[in-house]
């Protein structure tokens, strides 16, 4: 199971930092990833990263977007800084079960395991 959590209204330019707890180690899981959805439109990855510390972003928060795991805690993090009102979405956390190539890191259609979504909202 996964909880994703560190949502909220933030002003452009400022920071956010999601948190995605897991029930159980994150050691099970090789590739976990972030996504995101906007009102009307589809859903998209945004970065995902596997156990190695390769990751895929998406070119819209490349030098903006970080991931990082901490396994003592058993949750993995989405650093957002610069935001734009254009990352106004739900964002998701999800993993899968099996190792992802990297080219397909950021396919949702990919991963088993989805968090319940928070909001985040960049606005002044």
């Known amino acids: 199971q996964l909880q994703a959590s560190g949502g909220g209204l933030v002003q452009p330019g400022g920071s956010l930092r999601l948190s995605c707890t897991f029930s159980?180690?994150?050691?099970?899981?090789?590739?976990i990833g972030w996504f995101r959805q906007a009102p009307g439109k589809e859903r998209e990855g945004v970065l995902a990263?596997?156990?190695?510390?390769?990751?895929r972003y998406a070119d819209s928060v490349k030098g903006r977007f970080t991931i990082s795991r901490d396994k003592s805690k058993n949750t993995v993090y989405l650093q957002m800084n610069d935001l734009k009102p254009e990352d106004t979405a739900v964002y998701y956390c999800?993993?899968?079960?099996?190792?992802?190539?990297?080219?397909?890191?950021?396919?949702?259609?990919?991963?088993?395991?989805w968090g319940q979504g928070t909001q985040v909202t960049v606005s002044s």
């Open positions: 999800a993993t899968r079960n099996n190792r992802l190539i990297l080219s397909a890191l950021l396919d949702g259609a990919l991963y088993d395991y």
């Open positions: 159980e180690s994150i050691l099970n899981y090789d590739t």
């Open positions: 990263s596997r156990r190695d510390g390769s990751a």
